[in-house]
């Protein structure tokens, strides 16, 4: 009998672990970027980056200047980082030379980046687009990059921006 209850719990605290987990899942929360300690090896995020080609910055510039509103290109390149949502990490933008910077959102809001990634050279695969930005969503970033209310209420207009889907992000920190 004494082996049976042993059983019957081991039972019990497995079913019980395994709901948890479930539960976790279902939530359709996205989760919080990960904490990222100094080192050597390069930090993943996302699905893997493709081996192969990938762009300098300089290269992806004159990719972004070459695209329409309508074109969307799957590539992969590496950039700095200058700044981060600093809500979430759920956004990051890239420094690229002699344009705008290119706003980097994450497929699916599926993973985020550390909060403290700008200066930090990225490598970034997926889709490369432009889009018209609308007032109101130009002033939510700012918001959540922390910007001085004046500096927001400064935003007037949409504008015609760089944008990248992410569906993969490698770094070193």
């Not at 809500?87 to 002699?98: D, I, N, Q, S």
């Not at 706003?103 to 909060?115: A, E, T």
């Not at 109101?136 to 015609?160: C, F, I, S, T």
């Amino acid at each position: 009998m004494r082996h049976f209850n042993s059983i019957l719990l081991v039972f019990a605290l497995a079913a019980g672990c395994g709901q948890q987990k479930s539960q976790q899942e279902n939530t359709g929360i996205a989760p919080e970027a990960p904490a990222v300690e100094a080192s050597d090896a390069a930090v993943a995020l996302g699905a893997p980056i493709p081996e192969g080609a990938v762009l300098d910055a300089a290269r992806a510039a004159a990719l972004f200047g070459n695209l329409s509103a309508t074109d969307t290109l799957q590539t992969t390149f590496e950039a700095e980082v200058l700044e981060v949502c600093q809500a979430k990490g759920c956004w990051m933008k890239l420094a690229l030379p002699g344009q705008d910077p290119v706003m980097v959102r994450f497929k699916d809001y599926g993973f985020f980046v550390p909060k403290d990634l700008a200066g930090t050279r990225v490598t970034v695969s997926g889709k490369a687009f432009v889009s018209e930005v609308s007032e109101a969503d130009r002033r939510h970033l700012a918001q959540d990059a922390g910007a001085p209310e004046e500096e927001v209420l400064a935003l007037v207009g949409p504008v015609k921006e760089a944008g990248f889907e992410a569906d993969g992000v490698r770094f070193r920190q």
